[in-house]
Structures are given as structure tokens and as C-alpha cells.
């Protein structure tokens, strides 16, 4: 059974850094694209960053280009999302997902199958 599971969230200053973690189990992690989604009170679950199962592409919402780093470390199974310079915008539940059927870096909810039960990431201004 495919359990993903994310850690790394908390409360941050506007200006800050957190690294959040993705431990996969029950899955043959390098083949496939993982990615990473947010959530704001009221809005739409929305496409972070994602990268294929060997970590060569990388994929990022103009959003976050520049401030965020997606990586993985297959030989523990996880991946990663580096965020810096977080903003109070970013504050979300963040996601990370699993895509088992596509061989691109995928920006599309439906594009994944496996799904976290996220962190909560907080931004104070």
C-alpha cells in the first residue's frame, strides 16, 4: 500500500526558511514523478513544484520560482521542498503526490494518484 507522509511544516517570519520532507513507502520511489501542491484556507488545492523519478526535471509555479528548490533522495525515498524567502502568501496546507502514470513533470492535480495528508506551513508578516 502507497503511504506518503510529510513533515516539516510550522509557524515561520515573513522572510524565512523551511524545508519540508516527504517519506514514501510502498512504492518503487525512483520510477516515479513526485510533486508538491499548497492549499489556502478557501482556494483551490494549486500545482508547487514537482520532479521526475530520476530528479533530472524539475518543474515550479512561476510562484515560487526562484525561492522554492524541489529534490529527493531516492535512497531514503523522500523528497524535498526547500523554501526560502517564504512570503505570508504561501501560507497553506502543502501536499506532496505521487504521479504513477505520467512520464513528465506533471503541474496538474489530476495528473496524480497517491496523496500526503499534508503540514500546515504558516507565514506571520
Known amino acids: 500500500q502507497v503511504q506518503l507522509v510529510e513533515s516539516g511544516g510550522g509557524l515561520v517570519q515573513a522572510g524565512g526558511s523551511l524545508r519540508l520532507s516527504c517519506a514514501a513507502s510502498g512504492v518503487t520511489f525512483s520510477m516515479y514523478t513526485m510533486g508538491w501542491f499548497r492549499q489556502a484556507p478557501g482556494k483551490e488545492r494549486e500545482f508547487v513544484a514537482a520532479?521526475?523519478?530520476?530528479?533530472?526535471?524539475?518543474n515550479y509555479a512561476d510562484s515560487v520560482k526562484g525561492r522554492f528548490t524541489v529534490s529527493r533522495d531516492n535512497a531514503k525515498n523522500t523528497v524535498f521542498l526547500q523554501m526560502n524567502s517564504l512570503k505570508p502568501e504561501d501560507t497553506a496546507a502543502y501536499y506532496c503526490?505521487?504521479?504513477?502514470?505520467?512520464?513528465?513533470?506533471?503541474?496538474?492535480?489530476?495528473?496524480?494518484?497517491?496523496w500526503g495528508q499534508g503540514t500546515q506551513v504558516t507565514v506571520s508578516s
Open positions: 520532479i521526475s523519478g530520476r530528479g533530472r526535471s524539475t
Open positions: 503526490a505521487a504521479d504513477f502514470r505520467s512520464n513528465r513533470v506533471a503541474d496538474t492535480r489530476s495528473d496524480y494518484d497517491y
